[in-house]
């Protein structure tokens, strides 16, 4: 037995996270959304069922999410960089106002009641759904992203509930984007740029802010150095991290060469599901 599990249970598991981290990596390269809306799902279902309690489960959940989301992000970002599809000028307008959000985001996560990580995830989710599913080419706010204050409310927005949420920003940003009529590809290339700034910060602040769950549930081994670090569980960030490293070019390669509607649409009919799954826990208690 580790950590309340048979050998059975453990392989099953195992399995489950390295087949996540195959299909977030390749969901990056694609949407340039990091993985984190395809890993906080499964995350929280392995940490159920190793016995992880309700108060702290979320946040474990969206804290190894960010640490997965960092050299995924990273291998991401360099394919669409040497593609020249990043728009570098919206990365110096937004990297403070992000880092500023993000910051923020792991106080809140110290601090915060289990049920607000779920809320902001169901909120979020189910707005990108339906962007998603329902998009029409009318939909959009303006001709080009606006200047001064309100473009660094928007990087702020964008960190703040990232780091919430354990996704590396891309949801936000593509939406963003998309509906003041940038290109999807080049939306979809600076995305995988910011999850670079959300996910780093945001993992370091999640180790912090679990730093007492340890104490607090002492005989919770998920919990538990060197199981986990804070609210960043070691074993997932290592069983889901290896696969989507190797996936996430060919995300970039598929974004590249095809047409995105038809996956737009699944993705959309995914964070439906998800997010449906999240209020169901929030309406259950569990």
């Keep these: 037995m580790i950590a309340g599990l048979d050998t059975r249970e453990i392989v099953e598991l195992a399995l489950l996270l390295i087949a996540t981290g195959a299909l977030s990596g390749f969901l990056a390269g694609v949407f340039g959304i990091g993985g984190g809306a395809i890993l906080v799902p499964v995350f929280y279902e392995c940490f159920r069922i190793a016995g992880v309690p309700l108060e702290v489960r979320m946040p474990l959940c969206v804290g190894t999410s960010l640490a997965v989301i960092i050299p995924t992000s990273i291998r991401s970002f360099q394919a669409h960089y040497k593609r020249g599809a990043v728009d570098m000028s919206i990365l110096r307008a937004w990297w403070l106002p992000i880092v500023i959000g993000v910051v923020s985001g792991s106080v809140v996560a110290r601090y915060a009641p289990e049920r607000l990580f779920k809320i902001v995830f169901v909120c979020v ?101 060197p199981f986990a670090l804070g609210y960043v569980s070691l074993i997932g960030a290592v069983l889901v991290m290896p696969m989507s490293l190797v996936t996430a070019p060919l995300g970039v390669k598929a974004a590249h060469a095809m047409s995105k509607r038809t996956l737009e649409a699944a993705f959309g009919c995914y964070l439906f599901i998800v997010g449906s799954r999240f209020v169901m826990s929030l309406v259950g208690g569990q």
Excluded at 154 to 172: A, N, P, Q
Excluded at 199 to 214: M, V
């Design 125 to 225: 989710a189910w707005s990108a759904a339906a962007r998603l599913i329902f998009a029409r080419e009318g939909w959009k706010f303006g001709d080009d992203l606006p200047r001064g204050p309100l473009m660094r409310v928007y990087g702020f927005c964008v960190g703040i509930l990232s780091t919430l949420m354990g996704i590396g920003g891309g949801l936000f940003s593509n939406l963003l984007m998309t509906f003041y009529s940038r290109p999807i590809h080049q939306a979809v290339a600076t995305s995988s740029a910011l999850a670079v700034l959300i996910s780093i910060p945001g993992a370091l602040g999640y180790i912090y802010a679990g730093w007492p769950a340890a104490a607090t549930y002492p005989g919770i081994a998920a919990l538990q150095i």
